[in-house]
């Protein structure tokens, strides 16, 4: 109840805000946001499992966020343009296994 | 990658409760971090300005390129039906100012030959000869005064006088292009009227040598519109040939 709260309270400000996402930074927010997608996706996995821990589950968070936005940066820089489909991929492919997980656990199939 | 991201949510050693409600609300932190980022994600990809300028510098390159390519393209299709354009409406501008040129020069021709009935202003001269003393002669000279006067179309009787028109016989039996003409002849010619009747009127002109003839009398009138009727034979050439140009 209180996760779904804060992340209709977190839509609801980008919504009010609508912050101005600079150029140069712009290209970098999906490799964010589909980090942050698969932290979630996980801990949700982990609570089901009884597994979750709150430290590891925003540490992650974090951490995989801007990991993922920097590689791609650095990758950018580097001059390995496609790095954000690794990106892309990696987290894809953890999110449908959670998801999976999740679906299991959920109807037992 | 150089470093697997650490899957989250792995087991723990349990922990003091009293961090609880703090782990709830970094939960809650994070969970509302999400929403927010996915709600400004979503409302940049909104846009084609906003998407270019989400878009990485290769994309743009490339992006770029294939605009630049396409509007090359056009800009050459655009120059090529120009020039197509300009071309089409040259030959047909040309094409109708030779038209128009032809049929001028038909016109023309065709008064002159005769062929096409013509109408305007000119005089119209009666010659009554109860004697028989006019002869071709002074037809001929009428027809040369006319014309001097510039006459355009000329009729005697109902006959159209054209170039190839010759006038012979005898005094009182008249012929013209080999029919027979019978007084009184009727001259009807299209020109500026008052210039005609002027030059028949002369002193020592048609009027005068017509009625030095015995009995011959010569009525003018001026008219502001008059009709010729065509020639009743379009004129053939058995002998004179088109110059063959160029050889």
Redesign the interface.
């Given at each position: 109840m209180?996760?779904l709260?804060?992340?209709?309270?977190?839509?609801?400000?980008?919504?009010v805000l609508?912050?101005a996402?600079p150029?140069p930074v712009?290209?970098y927010?999906?490799m964010?946001?589909m980090?942050?997608?698969?932290?979630?996706f996980?801990?949700l996995?982990?609570?089901m499992?009884r597994?979750?821990?709150?430290?590891?589950?925003?540490?992650?968070?974090?951490?995989?966020?801007t990991?993922?936005a920097l590689?791609v940066w650095a990758g950018?820089r580097l001059g390995v343009?496609d790095l954000?489909i690794?990106?892309v991929v990696?987290f894809g492919v953890?999110i449908f296994q959670n998801l999976a997980a999740i679906r299991r656990m959920v109807f037992r199939a | 990658m150089t470093e697997t991201p650490t899957p989250p949510g792995r087991p723990q050693p349990s922990r003091p409760a009293r961090s609880r409600v703090a782990g709830h609300a970094t939960i809650a932190a994070a969970v509302a971090l999400l929403g927010f980022l996915l709600a400004t994600q979503l409302q940049v990809r909104q846009g084609l300005g906003q998407r270019l300028a989400s878009e990485r510098e290769v994309d743009l390159v490339r992006i770029l390129g294939d605009l630049s390519a396409r509007s090359d393209d056009l800009l050459e299709e655009i120059v090529g039906l120009r020039l197509q354009l300009a071309e089409a409406a040259g030959s047909t501008e040309r094409a109708e100012v030779l038209a128009r040129t032809a049929r001028q020069e038909l016109t023309t021709l065709e008064i002159l030959l005769g062929t096409i009935p013509v109408e305007g202003p000119g005089i119209r001269l009666v010659i009554t000869d109860p004697q028989g003393a006019v002869g071709p002669d002074v037809l001929l000279d009428v027809l040369q005064e006319l014309r001097d006067a510039g006459a355009e179309a000329v009729q005697i009787n109902d006959l159209r006088a054209v170039a190839s028109t010759a006038l012979s016989g005898q005094p009182g039996h008249l012929l013209a292009a080999g029919q027979p003409i019978l007084a009184p002849y009727v001259i009807l010619a299209i020109g500026g009227g008052d210039t005609l009747a002027e030059a028949m009127r002369i002193p020592g002109g048609v009027v005068d040598s017509v009625e030095s003839r015995p009995g011959a009398h010569v009525s003018l009138r001026a008219l502001g519109r008059l009709r010729i009727g065509v020639l009743r034979r379009t004129p053939t050439f058995s002998y004179a040939r088109p110059e063959q140009r160029g050889s």
């Open positions: 209180l996760i709260v804060s992340l209709a309270v977190g839509i609801g400000l980008g919504i609508s912050p996402v150029p712009a290209p927010l999906p964010a946001v980090a942050a997608l698969d932290s979630v996980g801990g996995r982990a609570r499992e597994t979750f821990d709150e430290r590891i589950f925003v540490v992650s968070f974090l951490s995989n966020s990991l993922a590689l950018d343009n954000s690794a990106v990696a953890r | -």
